[in-house]
């Protein structure tokens, strides 16, 4: 006879009661029991979970220690040592901050300038530079919140690039991380483009853009995968106005679109709003958050003083979330957002949550 979820109770009702544990106990419930293992792992509870209106947004950075020095560089000696970065976590539904467990075999912390992409409940973890030797990595690690572990992923084929379009999409209806351009280990700037299959731990190529794009942007809107600005080798540095879109269903690249961005503008900050549209922080030192409309980019509201300096922006359903500092090295300060107005709300960020922000990417667990 099979065991009950919960003895005394129909399956049904007790599943109702098990969707209703926060996330950070899922670990916990998982140990209970065999059943209850199989249960938390199954794709089917985190979709009666959803549905039920029971997930919330989980909004992960890497982030460093703590602030550097007034003036300093984001990655470069404070104090006559690198600063270490983590995995923080940020709860927006109740204000609260916390640390992912450090990735095994990493002693030196996350890789600087490391991709993260959600792809459902769990967080990928692409590339980097390792912080002792500055080489480019080809790494990936994957943590998943129902098991509240660490995996090794299969390692990025190809030249190891640094500075590369990274975002979640659904290919074949499976999901991956999708990554394009950036630049090889000789400063070259790259068009190859590739797709991690999460479930899987496979690898797969995807055609070349059409434009080599060095630090360019990755974000996925109806059913493509845009990767927006960049620069080519010889650009070095001076950013084009162009981006182009990759048709996840077809495999192939549309053509390229001319004049997406402002002349010169890097788009490290573009992000896909609730509303389907994209967003980013613009104008005189980021001074303004702006939209792209039918018109092009119009102003929606300023950037707060205090969080113009390398700013982050994440966006949920409803919300935007910005992250930012006053000066270089400067600790962060947060915003949120809400959609269909133009107001700010200060985010609680304590000391120990104010350090540089590398990247930034939102889960719904």
Known sequence: MRRRLLPGLPDDIARECLIRVPYRWFPTARSVC??????????????????????????????????PATGSSAVKSVGGSTPSYRLSLFEPATGAWSLLPPVPGLPHGQPFFCRIAAAER??????????????????????????GSWRRGAPMPGPRRSFFACATASVGGRVAVVVAGGHDEEKNALRSAMAYDVASDTWAPLPDMATERDECRGVCLDGRFYVIGGYSTEAQGWFSRTAEALDLAAGQWGAVEEEKLDEGTCPRTCVVGGDGRLY??????GGQLAVLDAAGWRAVAEVPGDARVSP?????????????????????????????????????VPEEYSGNI????????
């Open 34 to 67: 065999r059943r209850w293992k199989r249960e938390l792992d199954s794709p089917y509870f985190h979709l009666i979970r959803k549905a039920a209106g029971l997930t919330r947004p989980v909004v992960a950075f890497t982030q460093a220690e703590s602030a």
């Open 312 to 348: 982050e922006l994440v966006a949920w359903d409803g919300c935007l979330l910005l992250m930012g500092s006053e000066t270089h090295g400067g600790a962060q300060t947060g915003y949120i957002m809400e959609a269909g107005t133009a107001t700010w709300k200060k985010v609680e």
């Open 280 to 285: 980013m922080c613009r104008g005189d030192q």
């Open 122 to 147: 769990e967080l990928v973890v692409v590339g980097g530079w390792d912080p002792k030797t500055w080489a480019a990595s080809d790494g990936v690690h994957v943590y998943d919140f129902a098991t």
């Open 358 to 365: 590398h990247a930034g990417c939102c889960l719904e667990i």
